[in-house]
Structure formats: structure tokens, C-alpha cells
């Protein structure tokens, strides 16, 4: 057993500051010389690179819908092996998960999986003692879960926090720990997806400086870390058997900068254990693939804010459509697949050229595709077996127009209740993998030994006279 302090940072509903809170106190924690692993529940890029950023080492995703739920607790406590704490950053509200009656994925599920108290981040800006009701609901609706304290945040002043500190604690009997007060500096910008990743420029250090130091002077740091100390002992974790491709190390090439980063450390790491040795390279930024690269991970992101500049970086659009006709297994995400597509038509219907991999065009629209998926493989391909059915989930504004009715599939979504009919996904073209489904490959570990075996069949083919792609000066971070 291991006896790792933790905690949960949930709500009543999204928006309420979730990241806002999580981050500052991993900040505040890590100045006092505390070794911080933050997690992020749910399938969320975006938030995790704010707790990356305050805690110095990746943020990992607990995510029990598209994880079998027993590997959950595995999964924390394998990553907390050298930290002295946990905090997990919950996703929207603390009961919302798979369904309506179904709260599989949810804060409260990762709570009760992991037995971690769970501190609620109360929005209390416009309340007083309704925030007592508020509280006892959230206690009393699934008692299995532990509601070990609240924070309020975005309150109008120390007398406001006060008001409802009394309210809390006197009718609920759950204690209050402190509150930040409501001010801009703390706020984070949004768009579309969400907020703002940290990849892109922005007053990051700044905006963590300022929140740490509310959340210092506010919330009482030793109350938070004695409610974390009453967490009890987790399972050591089960290992992660794989079986790594013999020889030398082939290159991966991962696709990583502004437009492209949305993948999970745990999918690159799991293709390091498989073999692989991973190199990254900007479709922004870079003229070419990176040198012996033998397969290509293609990640989603936001290349629609970014597009006039990836359709100018024709050298790298040529060694993408080289890398496609040469054979090299691509593997490519929502993102990724509008990369790929012939023209990306962004949110303000301006069109602009892309790699011409995939037929048709991907289209800006302003409905959002949201939800886990269900989803089956059509045919055998490099990284699946024909029947073969999986966990997935969707998340984009965008559609792919204009692709032949004969071009094969590469999933079939199964009916769910938001969608009673089977619906037809991505696409195979050749070695190229594409598709608005994203994946978790701690749920799938053998994909990472099939990307890595495929990577390997590359280098033989090369070797022994087949095209491939060839580049020795190209730069690429290699890790």
C-alpha cells in the first residue's frame, strides 16, 4: 500500500474555477517546497497544461469512461511514486459524467475509485446561505463520496466570505477553508474549446504568480493539506505489460506546437515503453519532418486559428503529402485529419491549402460535436483488427465535407442514446489513419506496440530499397 495525501477539486457545474483554483494551489504548495502531481479528471487537454505549467511535471488524465475504472487508482498512484501529494482537478460538475443516469467519468466516480476527499469550489458571487443548501445537496445527494471542505471563489469581499463561511459551516457542518475574492487579473481567457491553451503566448507566469498568491493569502494551506492526509493508502500500482519492438529505436514523429497539442503524456509515453523513440517538430514552424522518422502522429489542436500559416509552410505540407505516398504509417486526430484534408475553411469562411491527403475539405461550423463514442474497427489496418471495438470520445466545431462515399471508413460509431444510428468514421487512405475520434491508449496499450511495430516495417522497407522519407537535416526534439 501506498500512503499518498490527496485531494479533489470539484463544483456544483463548469465554470465555476475549477483550474483557476486547482493551479494556484499547486503553485502556492510547490513554493513551499511540496513535490505536487496534478491530474485532470475527464478527457480535457486544455486544462491540464495550466497544472503542468504550476506543478513542473505532466498532468495526467483520470478519465474512468475511457480507462477501465479499475486502473484509475493504479494510474494516480503510479504517477505520484516520487511526489508528496496529489491534487485532481474534477471535470464540469461533481455528479456529470456518461449520462443522466449514468455518472461513469465523473468527479464524483474518480473520487470514490481512488477514495480521495473532495474539496468544492462554490462560484459563491451571487449567493449567501443558499450556498449552505448548495453544499448539503452536493454531501448528501451520494454520501460515498467525501466532502472534505469548500473554497469559495469569486466572492465580493472578506464579509461576503464571512457571511457564507457561517452559513456553511453552521447548518452543513462541512468546513470552509478559504475563498478568493473576485478580481480580472485572475480570470482566464476562453474561446470555443474552451480556455485558452498555455502553448499558445499569453501572461501564463504572470497569471499563476497572481493566483498563488491570492490563494496563499486566502485559503489555509495546512487545514487543505490535513484534510489530504486523511486519504487512505492506495493499492500499489499494476504494472503495464508490453512487449517493446526488438532492435533499434524507430522514430516517431509527433506533431507539437501552438496549432497541434492535444495529446495525452500518457499515449507518448506508452509508445516509448513500446519501443519507440519520439521526435517532435511543428507543422508551424519547421521546414521538414524530423530526420529517420518512420511514422507520424498527427494530434488534434486548433490548426483553424493557425491556418493562413500552416497552408504557407509548403515545405513542410510537401513532406507531409511525401510521407503519405511513400507508405509511412500516419496517425491522425481530429486535428490532425483537418491537416490532412485538401482545404481547411476556418471560422471566418476564408479557405486555405493543406497537406491534400484526404480528400475534400474541413468546414468551421458552429456546432459543437461533443461525447464519448463507442466505435468499432471497419477493416484491418496497421493499428487495428478488423471488429476490433474501442472507447473514444469527440470534441470539434468542424466538419470534413466532400469525401468519396468509397473511400473506406476506419471506425463505425455504435448508436448511443444521443445518436440511435451507427455513423460511419474517419477514414483509411493507404498507410494514413485519419479521424475525429480520440484516443487513450492506457485504455488500448496494444496500439502503442502495433504504432511502433508498424514504425519498425517502415525502417525494414526502406532498408531494403523501398521510397521512404529522408531528411538529415531536419531538426527535431528528440526525448
Known amino acids: 500500500m501506498i500512503h499518498l495525501p490527496r485531494l479533489l477539486f470539484a463544483a456544483p457545474m463548469s465554470g465555476s474555477g475549477k483550474t483557476t483554483i486547482t493551479a494556484g494551489l499547486i503553485a502556492a504548495l510547490r513554493q513551499r517546497g511540496l513535490r505536487v502531481a496534478p491530474f485532470k479528471c475527464g478527457p480535457d487537454y486544455i486544462d491540464p497544461g495550466y497544472h503542468t505549467l ?89 454520501r460515498r463520496v467525501q466532502i472534505g471542505g469548500v473554497i469559495l471563489n469569486r466572492v465580493g469581499s472578506p464579509r461576503h466570505a464571512a457571511l457564507i463561511r457561517a452559513a456553511v459551516e453552521q447548518t452543513v457542518g462541512v468546513p470552509v477553508i478559504g475563498y478568493v475574492l473576485r478580481h480580472e487579473a485572475l480570470s482566464l481567457p476562453e474561446r470555443h474549446l474552451g480556455l485558452v491553451p498555455v502553448a499558445e503566448p499569453g501572461r501564463w507566469q504572470e497569471w499563476l504568480h497572481e493566483v498563488s498568491a491570492q490563494v496563499a493569502e486566502t485559503v ?155 466505435i468499432t474497427a471497419q477493416t484491418a489496418t496497421w493499428l487495428w483488427h478488423a471488429g476490433e471495438t474501442l ?3 469527440e470534441f470539434h466545431y468542424s466538419v470534413w465535407e466532400g469525401q468519396p462515399s468509397a473511400l473506406p471508413p476506419l471506425y463505425t460509431c455504435l448508436p448511443d442514446a444521443a445518436r440511435p444510428q451507427p455513423v460511419s468514421e474517419g477514414a483509411v487512405i493507404g498507410q494514413t489513419l485519419a479521424s475525429y475520434i480520440h484516443l487513450h491508449f492506457l485504455a488500448c496499450p496494444h496500439a502503442a506496440e502495433r504504432f511502433v511495430a508498424a514504425a519498425r516495417a517502415f525502417v525494414n522497407a526502406e532498408a531494403q530499397g523501398g521510397k521512404g522519407v529522408k531528411d538529415s537535416n531536419a531538426k527535431a526534439r528528440r526525448i
Not at 483553424?304 to 500516419?330: H, Y
Open 220 to 374: 489555509d494551506l495546512d487545514r487543505l493539506l490535513a484534510i489530504a492526509h486523511t486519504a487512505p493508502p492506495l493499492p500499489m500500482p499494476a504494472p503495464i505489460t508490453l512487449s517493446p519492438v526488438s532492435g533499434a529505436r524507430p522514430v516517431i514523429a509527433i506533431a507539437r506546437d501552438e496549432a497541434f497539442n492535444f495529446i495525452y503524456p500518457d499515449n507518448l509515453d506508452l509508445l516509448r515503453a513500446a519501443g519507440a523513440e519520439l521526435a517532435f517538430f511543428s507543422p508551424l514552424h519547421d521546414s521538414a519532418l524530423p530526420a529517420g522518422a518512420a511514422a507520424l502522429y498527427l494530434c488534434g489542436g486548433f490548426p483553424e486559428l493557425f491556418a493562413a500559416q500552416l497552408s504557407a509552410n509548403q515545405d513542410m505540407l510537401a513532406a507531409i503529402r511525401a510521407a503519405a505516398a511513400a507508405g509511412m504509417p500516419i496517425y491522425a486526430e481530429c486535428g490532425g485529419l483537418m491537416y490532412l484534408t485538401e482545404t481547411l475553411i476556418d471560422q471566418h469562411g476564408q479557405a486555405f491549402a493543406m497537406a491534400g491527403v484526404l480528400p475534400g475539405r474541413s468546414r468551421m461550423t458552429p456546432r459543437l460535436t461533443l461525447g464519448y463514442r463507442t
Open 54 to 142: 504550476a506543478a513542473g511535471r505532466p498532468c495526467h488524465n483520470l478519465d474512468s469512461w475511457l480507462v477501465p475504472p479499475d486502473q484509475i487508482a493504479s494510474v494516480v498512484a503510479r504517477r505520484s511514486a516520487d511526489a508528496d501529494l496529489a491534487l485532481i482537478e474534477g471535470v464540469m460538475g461533481l455528479f456529470d459524467g456518461y449520462a443522466g443516469d449514468d455518472d461513469t467519468g465523473s468527479s464524483a466516480h474518480i473520487a470514490r475509485l481512488t477514495a480521495t476527499p473532495v474539496i468544492i469550489v462554490l462560484d459563491a458571487r451571487a449567493m449567501a446561505r443558499t450556498a449552505a443548501a448548495l453544499i448539503g445537496g452536493l454531501r448528501d445527494f451520494d
Open 391 to 393: 472507447r473514444g470520445h
